[in-house]
C-alpha cells in the first residue's frame, strides 16, 4: 500500500533531483522511494552479508599487533 507524503526541498535541490529522476526515467517519488530504500537496506543483503570474506587475517608479526595482543588477550 502506497502513503501520500509532502516534503520540503531548498529549490536547488529539487531541481536537481527533479533532472536526476528525469535521466533515470523515473518520477521524482520513484527517485526518492529507490534512495530511501537504498539506504535503510530493506531490499539489500545485511551488513554482515556485504562485508563477509573483505577483511584479511592479521599479521601477527607486526609489532602493532603483538601490542594489542598482549593488552587484551593476557
Do not use: Q
Not at 556485504?50 to 609489532?63: E, M, S, T
Request: net charge positive; aromatic share 6%; hydrophobic share 40%.
Amino acid at each position: 500500500m502506497k502513503r501520500k507524503l509532502t516534503i520540503t526541498l531548498d529549490d536547488a535541490l529539487a531541481s536537481k533531483a527533479e533532472r536526476l529522476a528525469r535521466s533515470r526515467g523515473l518520477s521524482l517519488s520513484a527517485l526518492i522511494e529507490s534512495v530511501l530504500r537504498e539506504s535503510l537496506g530493506a531490499d539489500g543483503p545485511s551488513f554482515a552479508a556485504r562485508w563477509r570474506g573483505r577483511f584479511r587475517p592479521a599479521n601477527r608479526n607486526d609489532p602493532r599487533y603483538k601490542a594489542l595482543a598482549r593488552k587484551y588477550l593476557s
